[in-house]
Structures are given as C-alpha cells and as structure tokens.
C-alpha cells in the first residue's frame, strides 16, 4: 500500500499568536498541480524563494492543534523548522519514503533509518 501520509516533528516548533507551541505535523506526497499552482502565484514571481512557503501550505495537512496551515503559518517557523521541512519534503516526494540509508560505523552493517524528528529516529535493520 501506497503511503501519502508522513508524521513529522519539528526541530523548534511553531509559536502562534497566543504562545501555542505546535511541533508534530502531517505532511502529504504532493501532487503535480501542488507543484505546479504556486508558479501562477504573484508572490513567486517577485521572489521566486517564496514557492517553498506556497508548496508547504499546500502539503502540510496538519501542525498541532492550528485549524488551517497557510502560507502566513509557513512564514512564520523558525529557519531550522524551514530548512527541515524542506529537507522532509524533497525526501518523501523523491522518494516516497522518509526512510534514508545508514551504516554502521562499528560493524558496518547497512540499514534504513526512519527519520521522524529531532530526537525520535528509529532504525529498521
């Protein structure tokens, strides 16, 4: 079965209005037109970095206990929560896992690393 649906968890967190911290988040595979609809969007023109806030709206499904994630959400995380998110979301949608390859350096043995946030790997040998 095709998996569409990733957990993740911030390395910071996103603070709202009233001093909420939200941490754990969904993000789903994108699709075609989510990749392709910002591209129309003025705000990409004028700075094409902001696709990256536009596509995060898009796919990021849930953030804590927020009732909508738009792109205003997106551009109020932290860099680390940024560059973590896109990291996360050029993974699933390469690859369509959020599994990366590791190896031992002790024993050299190879083996899938889920990667589910800062401080909560878990491997599968």
Do not use: W
Not at 26 to 50: G, Q, S
Not at 53 to 69: D, F, K, N, P, Y
Not at 77 to 104: K, M, P, T, W
Not at 111 to 118: I, K, M
Request: overall charge negative.
């Amino acid at each position: 079965m095709l998996q569409t649906e990733f957990a993740f968890t911030l390395p910071l967190g996103y603070v709202d209005g009233e001093g909420n911290l939200h941490k754990e988040g969904i993000m789903r595979l994108a699709t075609a037109f989510d990749e392709i609809a910002p591209l129309k969007d003025p705000r990409v023109h004028n700075n094409p970095a902001y696709l990256l806030i536009i596509l995060l709206s898009r796919v990021i499904t849930r953030l804590g206990t927020l009732e909508q994630i738009n792109p205003k959400v997106i551009e109020g995380l932290f860099a680390a929560d940024l560059a973590y998110l896109q990291d996360a979301y050029r993974r699933i949608n390469e690859n369509g896992h959020s599994l990366v390859r590791a190896q031992c350096p002790h024993c050299d043995k190879q083996f899938d690393l889920e990667l589910t946030g800062l401080g909560g790997p878990g491997a599968t040998p």
